[in-house]
């Protein structure tokens, strides 16, 4: 059995509608393995205006928007359509990437018909009640999280750190490391622009300290505009660069008067805004990866990140970058004190954080989804299951 075997659904609870980087990594992944010859069919929510184009046949499942955060939508599971369509595409294995209503479905669908179920993590769930004020739903939010990644074959972690949280947390033990790559066509030290950054107000000799991603709670944006206070009591000069959208902007606007918001970039123009910055600050606990991360460090430039999952895979403290205690605004702000005072120190990080990203190729990395699926299947001998009929499960 090899590639050229494989029949893939694929489940997601936000494939294109939004983008960020969990789908444009499943994206990739999809456009990989339909290059290697793999049948891919996904099934995650529809909207008329995506924020871009899917890769693969995109199946729709029943969906609404999550109160208070329109922006995203809750898959609510099956319907008959998408029952037909996968009993018609005759899938042999079934990957999971979100703990929704759908991927609790086609986990019971997939089980039902012995095949095996291969489970991805993309973000620390079980930590969001912490960012709206009920922390106190942080152990329900594990034990749902427990039951259902335990009843995958196998789980993918895009991290070491994430895999050892998940071991820790009793999730399983079949985990494998899908990591994340970066575009070196487009995260290049050689996209840095100083006219770009004077047509922002951020001048030459100025530092700019830098966030890049979705501006939502979730991403640490109290931590990060606390930090900014506290080199203002310290008469640290310094600008922000904030590239980004998202719900929380007016907050962080208002809690972050230095900043210059240069709104969502994409492509060519997202590598040219974060190789004009002069540092990241990433100070979130909720990613399993760090795309953001990454893609700094192949920008040339040293990134500054909570001691959390994800990062500490990635950021070699005190060498390409620095790991800080979670939440400590204070220690935050020494670190990006001490960046602002000595430039030398800023680029030697910075040389060795574009050095180590060389490490990361989409092709190398997505292979090893392809080689988990393949086992999988060969465990379970799913390649010659026979036909199956649509049902009520």
Not at 102 to 120: E, F
Not at 349 to 376: F, P, Q
């Amino acid at each position: 059995m090899d590639v050229t075997d494989l029949r893939v659904a694929l489940f997601s609870g936000n494939y294109n509608y939004v983008r960020d980087g969990a789908n444009q990594a499943l994206n990739r992944l999809t456009e990989y393995l339909l290059r290697q010859g793999a049948s891919v069919r996904v099934y995650s929510p529809k909207v008329e205006e995506p924020a871009f184009e899917p890769q693969g046949d995109l199946v729709g499942v029943p969906n609404v928007p999550i109160p208070g955060r329109g922006e995203y939508r809750i898959p609510l599971g099956f319907d008959g359509g998408v029952k037909a369509d996968l009993a018609a595409f005759r899938p042999n294995v079934v990957h999971v990437s979100s703990p929704d209503p759908t991927g609790h479905a086609a986990t019971r669908w997939a089980m039902k018909r012995g095949l095996p179920i291969l489970s991805s993590v993309h973000t620390r769930f079980e930590t969001y009640p912490r960012y709206y004020k009920m922390a106190f739903l942080e152990p329900l939010a594990v034990a749902i999280l427990r039951r259902f990644y335990n009843r995958a074959d196998a789980l993918l972690a895009p991290s070491e750190s994430m895999a050892e949280v998940l071991r820790e947390q009793g999730m399983g033990d079949d985990i494998a490391i899908w990591a994340r790559g970066v575009d070196r066509d487009i995260f290049d030290p050689s996209r840095r622009d100083l006219a770009w950054r004077a047509k922002h107000g951020i001048g030459e000799d100025e530092v700019a300290v830098g966030f890049l991603g979705r501006l939502v709670l979730e991403k640490g944006l109290d931590v990060f505009a606390e930090t900014m206070e506290e080199l203002r009591r310290r008469d640290v000069p310094h600008r922000v660069l904030v590239v980004g959208e998202g719900p929380a902007r007016g907050v962080f606007a208002e809690n972050c008067p230095e900043a210059v918001f240069v709104g969502f970039q994409g492509g060519a123009d997202l590598g040219r805004a974060v190789a004009s910055m002069d540092m990241l600050l990433n100070p979130s606990v909720t990613e399993t990866f760090g795309n953001v991360t990454l893609e700094a460090m192949a920008s040339g430039i040293p990134v500054i990140a909570a001691r959390a999952t994800g990062s500490t895979s990635l950021v070699a403290d005190g060498v390409t970058g620095r790991l800080v205690t979670p939440g400590d605004a204070a220690g935050f702000a020494d670190v990006v004190e001490a960046y602002i005072r000595d430039p030398a120190l800023r680029e030697a990080h910075g040389r060795a954080g574009e050095k180590r990203s060389r490490e990361y190729s989409w092709d190398a990395i997505n292979s090893v989804v392809a080689d988990t699926y393949l086992r999988l299947v060969s465990e379970r001998g799913a390649i010659s299951a026979t036909p199956l009929a649509p049902s009520s499960a």
